[in-house]
């Protein structure tokens, strides 16, 4: 009986740490991203980074994570960030920095990095979003869709209240501690995808469990045999 009741208490607990994890994707660049771009660049201006343009429809949308399509070719320092659609404006929200081993060409998540969080934007606003990076001159790869000249190899995509568009992006211009926004300094639609907020799980099931069994041992003990 012991055991099956720690066996029960763990099971929950493990249920309920995998739904801590279980982060969905709520909107994701489309296309192959087949283009790419080298990040850090000192011309025409130090962009240190990447942009979205991320507009929400009619109600407020909470996220949880950040996801970028890029390769680090050597050791990089990078922070992904938020900003508002206010040109030469410092990030109204950014995660720690996080360090990337040189590596193949993927999806770096926040989340990956214990930088999940929770960060709503607002209703019918216009929302920059992507990464800015702390490591040598064009050392990591970025990837997207080139939307200018035509042909285009990208789409516009609109889900869970959000529009990824296809012709605007932005720069993070600056330096790594005080990265500025310059919009309309590019039209490349970068790899993004978003997350929703991660739930954090309520106590009430492992709880449940553990007492459940408290009182079964209880009541078995003051049984008369």
Request: charged fraction near 15%.
């Amino acid at each position: 009986m012991r055991f099956q009741c720690l066996f029960a208490v763990v099971l929950s607990l493990f249920i309920n740490a995998q739904s801590i994890w279980a982060a969905s994707v709520l909107i994701e660049t489309p296309g192959a991203l087949a283009s790419s771009g080298l990040r850090p660049i000192s011309v025409p201006y130090n962009a240190i980074g990447h942009m979205a343009e991320v507009r929400v429809g009619p109600n407020p949308v909470t996220i949880g994570g950040i996801g970028v399509m890029g390769q680090p070719l050597l050791t990089s320092k990078i922070a992904w960030v938020v900003y508002s659609d206010i040109d030469k404006s410092a990030p109204i929200f950014r995660t720690d920095a996080v360090t990337l081993a040189a590596g193949a060409r993927q999806w770096y998540d926040s989340i990956d990095y214990g930088q999940d969080f929770s960060f709503t934007l607002q209703a019918s606003q216009k929302y920059w979003i992507g990464f800015v990076l702390d490591t040598s001159l064009e050392s990591f790869l970025f990837f997207y869709n080139d939307s200018f000249p035509p042909p285009r190899d990208g789409q516009s995509v609109t889900q869970n209240g959000l529009t990824l568009p296809l012709e605007n992006a932005a720069n993070p211009i600056g330096t790594f501690n005080d990265p500025r926004i310059g919009l309309g300094t590019s039209t490349a639609q970068l790899g993004v995808r978003l997350y929703e907020g991660v739930p954090v799980p309520e106590p009430a099931g492992p709880l449940l469990v553990l007492t459940g069994c408290t009182l079964l041992a209880f009541s078995r003990r003051r049984t008369p045999r």
